[in-house]
């Protein structure tokens, strides 16, 4: 690592260059001193004005820096406060949605199941894993191999809502749809198709 004066004020622009003779330039966002890590801010190789690129460059693999233009050290400003609530919810949401995967996985369900099932959960909460089937609402099944036809009221659903099981139905077949677009448009299956609606010759 090259030497530096060990510590960064944030808002300075540094350049650095790597061992790999490749030269960085940006604005310092963060340095942690005890793993020698800096955070780096420039403008977007994109070229795009309301973007920026954030490196994190290691200093251990860096020859040479220099402080291009040095900001003034302040106080850093208080962190905002965290709702704690809404982060345990959000983590509560996300440990669930692995659980179910998992149900999922172990119930041997199929690839274009649990893509349906994730289909679902984009809108809907209420999605949970019966075994192989979906149960959405508490009142709509969908059995193996989840087709539009393989859409139920669940038995042991208290209030039967036609409305529900017709908007589920939709949802599936347009993702069966959307599958059967994706796999066109890849061609993966345009010869197979093609070899079976050709007449055979005489």
Not at 23 to 43: I, M, R, Y
Not at 73 to 78: Q, R, T
Not at 168 to 184: P, S, W
Request: glycine content about 4%; hydrophobic content about 35%.
């Amino acid at each position: 690592m090259a030497e530096s004066n060990e510590c960064f004020n944030i808002g300075s622009t540094v350049s650095c260059k790597t061992c790999f003779h490749e030269e960085l330039q940006g604005e310092v966002l963060a340095f942690d001193s005890h793993v020698k890590l800096l955070t780096l801010k420039s403008a977007a190789s994109s070229g795009r004005t309301s973007l920026c690129d954030i490196r994190m460059v290691n200093l251990s693999y860096v020859s040479q820096v220099t402080v291009l233009k040095e900001a003034a050290a302040s106080p850093l400003p208080s962190l905002p406060s965290l709702n704690l609530d809404k982060l345990n919810s959000r983590a509560k949401r996300n440990i669930d949605a692995k659980q179910r995967f998992i149900q999922a996985m172990q119930a041997g369900v199929t690839p274009d199941g649990q893509k349906l099932f994730l289909t679902i959960c984009k809108t809907i909460e209420e999605v949970t894993w019966v075994g192989p089937s979906i149960l959405v609402m508490n009142h709509v099944v969908i059995n193996p191999p989840y087709l539009p036809e393989n859409v139920r009221e669940h038995k042991d659903s208290k209030e039967p809502n036609m409305k529900t099981l017709s908007y589920i139905r939709k949802i599936v077949d347009k993702f069966h749809k959307d599958q059967q677009n994706v796999t066109l448009n890849n061609g993966t299956s345009v010869a197979s198709i093609v070899a079976e609606v050709q007449p055979v010759s005489q």
